[in-house]
Structures are given as C-alpha cells and as structure tokens.
C-alpha cells in the first residue's frame, strides 16, 4: 500500500482521469476474472478412455423436456459398428420405458414396491416411435416381446465390421412413478429412458424381461453425445457433464459408456468437488446442504476406490438426489441416490450408499457383466467394496461392525429355498432376499477371497479390472481369470460360495 494515493492522482486533465478510471475499472475486471471461482471442469479423457472408444457405436441423441404433458421426444443416430461377429440382419434395442404401460409389466407395480412407487396411484409410462430409419430409409420394426421392451429392427444384411446409421425418432411419456424411469412433481429421472442396443451374445440379441428385482440391464460400452432442450430454470443432471451454449441447449458426451441417464428438476441445487486423479464430481440435491454433502461423499469414495482398484474411469461422475424406495441406482457417470438418504437421520445410510453405487463405477460399468443371470458379479463386488471404504476412512473397528451386520448375519439368516448368491435375479421374488444372499452372501466370497489370496481381494480386483476395463467379463471369465491370478483351481471355492444353499 503507497499512502492514500491512487494511481489516478498523476493525471491532469478531466478526460485523462476518465480514461485512467476506465483502464482501473478494466483491470479490476481482469483481475475478478483471473481469480474468480473456477466451475470444476472434467479433465479430458484418459488414454485408456479414448483408445477404449475409439471402436465403439456412437449416439447422437437429443432430447427435449414438455413439462406440461410430462413427455420427452428424442431423436437419436446410432452409428452403429457391427463388431459381433456376425452377418446381422436385424438389430435389437431395448425400450424398457414401455415396461411401465402396464401394472401387469411394470417392475414398480410389485406388491413390495407399489404403494411406494405410485403413491398417486399408477401412472402410465411408454414410449411411442415415430421414425425408424436404415441409412436414410425408414425399416420395417416390431416388438419382440409383449411388453413391449425389445424392439427388434430390420436392415439389409451387414456384414462383420461394416457400420450403418439407424435413425430413431420416439416421443416419451414419463410415469408419476418413485423409480428409475419415472419421477413425482417436477423432477424427472430418465433412467433406461433412452432406447440402446441390447448386448449381442453367442450368436443372439440379448431379450431379457424386467424383472422387478435387480438391475436385468446388460449392454457394450458406447460413446454418447447429448443435446438437451429443457424450459428456462431445468438444471440437467447426466452421465455426460453437460454445458449450456448460446442457443440455449446443454450439450455435452460421454465415452465408452455402458448405459447412460439423465434427471432433470427446476429445484435442484448444485455442488460440485475434485476428486482423486482430477475427476470432477457434480451433485445436485434439493438443498445446498445435501448437493455439498453427497458431493463430498462421492469424492470421497472415487478417492478411496481409485487407490484400491485403479483410476476412476470417466471425466466425471454426476449424482443426483431422486425420488424411490431404493438407495441408489447405478448409471455410467452418474448415480441416482433415493431423497430418503438425504435426511440428517441417514448421514450413516447416505455415504455407505454413495460409496456402494460409485465402485459400480468399476464393477458394473468399466467391467461389464451378466447382470440378469450372475447380478452377484457387481453387486458383491461393490458390497465388498463398500466395506472396504469403511476400514479406508473409518477403521478396522467400523469394517468389523459393518461386516458383521452386511456380510455375517445374512451368512447365518435362515434363507427361504434353494436360493445362493449365484441365483439369476428371476430367481428372487422379493428384494430382501435378493439383497441379503446376492449382496450379503455375495460378499463373503470376496472375503475370502481376501484371505486366500497373496496380495488379497483388492490386488486381485485392480488386476481384473484393468484386464476387462470397457469390456464384458463372464461368470466363466471371471473364474478363469481368477484361476490363473491365483495359480490354483479356485473353482470349488466359488461353487461354494456362489451356488451351495447354507
Ligand atoms: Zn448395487
């Protein structure tokens, strides 16, 4: 500081002091500019990112919001790379909003979930198709099945590595439904919303019904692009960190993504933190507070994970407060967390779900697998994983409670039937069950895992992540995998574990 002296006192003349105020009241700006608080943008791709994407479909989809009639229209370009294998002469996407047409289809219409899911009474969700179009000229389509969820498109004959762009053009209708693909008031979450190619497996499109417990989604990485049209006030939580451009559109994309959503709300209050290896974390809540802390608890859990089991996958992870009876649900890049973990009562509940629903980041969307007929492959592994956190930040004291409640009771619950952590989820019929043999039970092998192996469980999962990162990794893969990592025939230990009622 020099004194009371300003730097325009030197000047003489009138207008030299307007200009000297000018050039001061342009520096402060520059000055505000250069040190004002940065927006937590998303670091560019990994390597491994981009060289993952670099073969895979590409989507260009836009979608517009009409809050009044609670519709979505998209319009979506699949630049589709045929890497099956084989000559195809249809394709098959999955529409699994349609599952929500009906009480009889939809997986919210349950016993167990539907006084919670409709709490307005039920709502119809469905999606109805416009354009379906082959390289520019409209196709023949039809459904598979009756609910309407596997639509089936025909194209000429093409080859193995050949490509095509299919055009699809649909209007939504979103349910008043506390689920995935639903939302009550204004907030929308557009969870297996957007129709995508099912997976393609031993010579088949892949047809799974939607079962109402579990997760029965499989599908191979892709790359999206996103436009995105909401009413002045919508804030867009997505897979794909999106940024808002002069028209007015928020755009942005995601690579080598295994499913993407979207969540769309005029309340929604963002907050946003750095995690490790520069991952942004975006989090959107109903209050300030409960963006700040979800937020915290994500980045807190890609920290714990990307020491544990490699770098974080993606740019960025989104995760976003939504209304439904579960705790979370898992999307490429973003994760859905229920409003009910927002309660002060459930800080406990809130940060063990975040942790849970972010190493799906890992087991689930980096290494992809059967969730229909082996859900125990990411749903153990993030159990364990979730446990893991807790000894990271809490203790070995903490890990022992917790396992003791999530791993050992289920061990020693007196389970209905056959049921074993190997169980394809039709086997289920209610969630609690299915939580306690698939994740808890699912989790004891991991455990042991730990024990047998040198190194232990998490040395293990690193590897085989990195050995099936963006890809799709089998039960029989897995197992493989693991007799070779191990050096030994770990087979009767995973019959064990996985298949043998107790
Ligand atoms: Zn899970």
Known sequence: MAGKRCIILPL???RGRWAALGALLLAICALIWLFRPRQTTPPPPSEALTAAAKELTDYDVTLKLIPERRQVSITERVAFINDTGDTLTSLLLRTWLNAFQSEEDSPAATEEL???????????????????????????????????????????PLAAGQTGELLLRCVVQIPLCAHRSGGLGDTYQLGNVIPQLSLYQDHAWRADPYTSVG????????????????????????????????????????????????????????????????????????TEAGARRVAEDAKRAIDVFSGLFGPYPYPALTVCAVDFPFGGMEYSGLVMIGQSNFLDSQQDTMELTVAHETAHQWFYSLVGSDQVYAPWQDEALCQYAMLRYVRARYGQGSFDTLKYYQVDSPMAENIPGSLTPGSPIDYFGDLTAYSSVVYGRGAALLLALDEMLPGGADAFLRAYAEAFAYRFATRQDFEAFLNNYAGMDCSPLLLDYLDTAH
């Open 12 to 14: 003489r003349s009138k």
């Open 114 to 156: 539907y006084d919670a899911c409709y709490p307005q009474g039920f709502s119809e969700g469905k999606l109805t198709l416009h354009d379906v179009a082959w390289n520019g000229t409209q196709t023949a389509w039809r459904y598979d099945d009756d609910a309407q969820t596997a639509l089936r498109v025909d194209i000429p």
């Open 215 to 286: 997760d029965p989604f499989v599908s191979s990485c892709a790359n999206y692009t996103f436009s995105v049209y909401l009413p002045e006030g919508y804030v867009p939580a997505c897979s794909a960190p999106l940024t808002r451009g002069q028209d007015g559109a928020w755009r942005g994309s995601i690579l080598a993504a295994r499913d993407v959503a979207l969540c769309l709300s005029p309340d929604y209050c963002q907050a946003s933190a750095r995690a490790a290896g520069g991952a942004a974390v975006y989090a959107y809540a109903k």
